[in-house]
């Protein structure tokens, strides 16, 4: 059974500790946040500690702090010939700065606070400096989840930026789409079904050939009378992706 100290208390660290411990694969022996309070929800669970001295015997480190903290934080850490990995979908694995063999091991996916999260469906990318510790971390990746990716460092950088425009680009797009609803009295959840009807139609067709609506029809009519009905800044958002539409269908 491998052994894994978790070392950062947020949303993602908490989460995988959850997962770690549901696994009848891993071990995870300790945590470690330098806010131990951020650590009471698992301390029946596992050894806490803020103290970076008392990190006991492990056979994988996990990083799981924010992206900026990562390199400084690396150096504190004396695990001579431990594999040290962290979380970050931007970072390159060469951010992390000790004499200890480095990794990353990235968690493909949105996490909140209070929101469960099925690891067994969650990507998980990984990367070794060291060709022989990606077995194991291999391992220990399929231990949580039945998606684990290879993915190199400048992989992993495209990754992010592909989940950005997926995720936290469309949440802005709901949530203008909200104020709109509430603006007009209009319950939010009437827009649930497309919402998810679209999501599911991109598991099937490229997304270049799901795309509907005014623009790939070249409806200019349809356009300008929706920008009339928007806020300036709404309007800049609508227009840019209108244009990138018409761009790519009606070029």
Do not use: W
């Amino acid at each position: 059974m491998n052994s894994v100290i978790i070392l950062g208390g947020g949303n993602l660290a908490l989460h995988l500790a959850k997962a770690f411990i549901k696994s009848k694969k891993i071990n995870l022996i300790q945590m470690y946040n330098r806010n131990i309070g951020n650590l009471k929800s698992i301390k029946k669970k596992t050894a806490i500690t803020d103290n970076l001295s008392d990190l006991k015997d492990a056979d994988l480190y996990i990083i799981s702090i924010t992206d900026d903290a990562i390199h400084e934080f690396s150096q504190k850490l004396l695990l001579n010939g431990k594999l040290v990995v962290h979380t970050s979908g931007s970072i390159a694995m060469n951010a992390l700065n000790g004499d200890f063999n480095k990794g990353v091991f990235y968690p493909l996916q949105t996490f909140t606070k209070g929101q469960k999260v099925n690891f067994k469906k969650v990507p998980i990318c990984i990367e070794t400096e060291v060709d022989n510790d990606l077995p194991k971390l291999e391992e220990i990746a399929s231990s949580i989840s039945k998606n684990v990716y290879i993915i190199d460092s400048k992989q992993r950088e495209k990754l992010h930026l592909s989940a950005v425009f997926v995720n936290n680009f469309v949440n802005h797009l709901y949530h203008i789409a909200d104020g709109i609803c509430k603006e007009n009295k209009i319950p939010f959840e009437i827009l649930y079904p497309l919402i998810i009807e679209t999501s599911k139609k991109i598991k099937k067709l490229n997304p270049k050939d799901a795309q509907t609506g005014p623009a790939i029809r070249n409806d200019r009519k349809t356009i300008n009378h929706q920008l009339m009905q928007l806020t300036n800044s709404q309007k800049e958002i609508y227009s840019v992706l209108t244009d990138s539409i018409l761009k790519t269908y009606n070029n």
